[in-house]
């Protein structure tokens, strides 16, 4: 890999998506009810594209990058609906060994909490070693000159010394980086990015996306990338979802939304994350996500709608589509649209 | 472990390997050290014990009941059958290092083994085993040994199999709780993720994050062992006369404890100091175990 990005690929339309999801439902029992985590989402990520989910915590960003590989162990989770299809295949729960050859050699992920998704046992060289053993590599000098290469082209400068060291004594941004080779290692064709710049500094959260754009246009892999932050969203995202209560109620190309968010749930976080040039308040979403065991009845994001009207708190609405290749579960885009 | 890459040309590069490092560590914590070497020279002391023995431990001298320490050659002087106690306390210590070390090693692997299990796979086989264990955790510790110990009948191999069984519920328990947390930590996340088995995960992510934990609870529960074991040598449940056995030994010098103080309280001094030195031993390899740990100076 060599340094200095490259315009990302141009993804083939036409073809069949590399990911499938439709109608995931996941549910986790509580004392409180069922929780509702996921509903009925479903979406698709082409080859090459990339794939910006944002939301607030709680939204079922996370739950649903768990779900695609079915990573979430069941009981506590509730699988009650729901198709991933991988490269034309489906991804069966009940199939651990197929389950097991697409994770991490297909699809990866990078966590958030980096150090924490660190074995503190094993030094770094050793976990990404782990990595490759899983998926039938051999130890030799190759494999390891192979480690070093994938860690050198994280924008690790010292990868054989970050090889021979335990993850709590690299800096944070260095375990984040680890993380991302741990997941770039087998070469996947999606990297599922669970907010992988959240716990960093700015610069770091800049060189982390410099480096996460770098490597989708190298090894034209997809990615998915979950933040609450539009910004980071933006600069990475081809296509984005927004969620809110574990739905999603927008989605569409990025620049398209961010110039004309339909849905108010996103016109709010747009206008939320950016500060006014007039010098004028930051603009502030009232209230609280809903309690996911306690939906309220319609559209959840009824009761912190601004321009809610009777409708919306009685029935729900469906993803309503437009002739841009965008939807919005709204009923007000459905009127405006008529 | 070892098997990290080929790192041939790294040991240059980072000249400080687990192993050494855990080393390092437990070499700075003096009482520790101090510890292993007691522990050493009583397991040396035992393995020789029929060189280094002045007296035979199981024969008196009729004339010299009773006598006190530096009297007749004899250093602690001798019991009410004027046998030695320099010598019985040197004998005594093959049966006390084998009463303290084998029940915790065979509790140790049947505990990881129950703890592993239960805490892996919650659920049906999880709440069975513990639930099983449970039992044994209603009925205090020592009692229950005494009466495994009694049901068998007495003698060594049975206080070992009654500590053995006492203790693996303990180590079971740390070990599951371990597990249990473990199993939902982000980096057993991030090895599912990248495609490890479950048995892969429990071998390479959770099994060498619980080994410290036994080795350490287990290492301090061998200074409890030496106590129990004395415990029943006391009762008359371990050894039979005229074996030498710690426990024992403070038994026999009971009745005189007025007259002859030291019949009694050498080997519990010994008892004493072995038990500690076990603890010593057991908060020293905590530190050392542990990466975090064992590298802040």
């Given at each position: 890999m060599t340094a200095g990005g490259s315009a990302p690929p141009p993804v083939?339309?036409?073809?069949?998506?590399?990911?499938?999801?439709?109608?995931?439902?996941?549910?986790?029992?509580?004392?409180?009810?069922e929780v509702r985590a996921v509903e009925d989402v479903s979406f698709s990520v082409g080859r090459g594209e990339s794939i910006g989910i944002v939301g607030e915590s709680g939204s079922g960003k996370t739950v649903t990058c768990m779900s695609l590989t079915w990573l979430l162990p069941s009981p506590p989770a509730r699988y009650v609906?729901?198709?991933?299809?991988?490269?034309?295949?489906?991804?069966?729960?009940?199939?651990?060994?197929a389950l097991r050859s697409v994770r991490g050699s297909q699809i990866a992920m990078v966590f958030q909490n980096a150090r924490a998704a660190l074995d503190p046992s094993y030094r770094i060289g050793r976990q990404l070693f782990e990595v490759l053993k899983a998926h039938g590599r051999r130890e030799?000098?190759?494999?390891?000159?192979f480690v070093i290469e994938t860690l050198r082209s994280c924008n690790i400068v010292d990868p054989a010394t970050v090889l021979e060291r335990y993850p709590h004594e690299v800096s944070g941004g260095i375990a984040q980086r680890?993380?991302?080779?741990?997941?770039?290692?087998t070469r996947p064709s999606v990297i599922i990015a669970d907010e992988p710049t959240t716990a960093l500094d700015l610069l770091s959260q800049l060189e982390v996306l410099r480096l996460l754009e770098r490597i989708r246009a190298e090894l034209q892999c997809s990615i998915i990338l979950v933040s609450h932050d539009l910004a980071v969203v933006r600069r990475i995202a081809d296509r984005v979802l927004i969620m809110y209560a574990g739905r999603i109620v927008e989605r569409g190309p990025t620049e398209s939304i961010f110039r004309d968010p339909r849905h108010p749930y996103t016109r709010a976080l747009l206008a939320s994350s950016q500060q006014r040039m007039t010098g004028g308040r930051l603009y502030e979403l009232d209230g609280q996500p809903p309690d996911l065991a306690n939906l309220p009845a319609g559209c959840s994001f009824s009761p912190r709608c601004p321009s809610a009207f009777e409708r919306c708190h009685v029935e729900a609405p469906g993803p309503v589509p437009f002739a841009d290749g965008r939807d919005a579960r709204c009923f007000l885009v459905e009127v405006g649209r008529e | 472990m070892s098997t990290v890459l080929r790192l041939g040309d790294t040991a240059r590069r980072n000249p400080q390997s687990g192993y050494r490092q855990a080393v390092t560590a437990f070499a700075r914590d003096r009482g520790a050290v101090a510890a292993v070497v007691l522990l050493i020279v009583v397991v040396l002391?035992?393995?020789?014990?029929?060189?280094?023995?002045?007296?035979?431990?199981?024969?008196?001298?009729?004339?010299?009941?009773?006598?006190?320490?530096?009297v007749g050659?004899?250093?602690?002087?001798?019991?009410?059958?004027?046998r030695d106690l320099v010598a019985r306390l040197i004998f005594g210590a093959r049966l006390a290092m084998i009463e303290a070390t084998v029940p915790v090693v065979a509790a140790a692997i049947a505990g990881t083994t129950l703890g592993l299990l239960a805490g892996f796979y919650q659920g049906l086989l999880g709440g069975l085993i513990m639930r099983v264990l449970d039992v044994f955790f209603a009925i205090p510790l020592v009692l229950l040994g005494i009466a495994i110990a009694a049901a068998l009948g007495s003698g060594p191999p049975t206080v070992i199999l009654s500590m053995a069984i006492v203790i693996t519920p303990y180590i079971a328990r740390v070990v599951y709780t371990a597990t249990a947390q473990l199993k939902h930590s982000l980096f057993v996340q991030t090895a599912r993720s990248s495609g490890s088995s479950e048995l892969e995960?429990?071998?390479?992510?959770?099994?060498?994050?619980?080994?410290?934990?036994?080795?350490?609870?287990?290492?301090?529960?061998m200074g409890a062992m030496i106590v129990f074991a004395a415990g029943f040598g006391f009762l008359g449940l371990g050894a039979q006369p005229p074996t030498a056995d710690w426990g024992a030994m403070i038994a026999a010098g009971v009745t005189t404890l007025a007259s002859a103080p030291w019949v009694s309280t050498f080997p519990g001094l010994v008892i004493v100091a072995v038990a500690l030195a076990f603890n010593y031993v057991g908060d020293g390899l905590r530190i050392a175990l542990d990466p975090r740990l064992r590298t802040r100076a």
């Open positions: 083939d339309e036409s073809a069949a998506p590399l990911l499938e999801v439709e109608g995931l439902t996941v549910r986790f029992g509580s004392p409180d009810g609906a729901g198709r991933i299809t991988y490269d034309s295949h489906e991804l069966r729960r009940d199939d651990p060994a030799d000098a190759a494999t390891r000159d680890v993380t991302i080779a741990l997941a770039l290692i | 002391i035992a393995i020789f014990a029929p060189i280094i023995a002045p007296f035979d431990p199981n024969v008196g001298d009729p004339t010299q009941l009773l006598s006190p320490p530096l050659g004899h250093l602690l002087g001798t019991d009410t059958q004027g995960i429990l071998r390479e992510e959770i099994l060498p994050h619980v080994i410290p934990s036994v080795i350490v609870y287990g290492t301090t529960n």
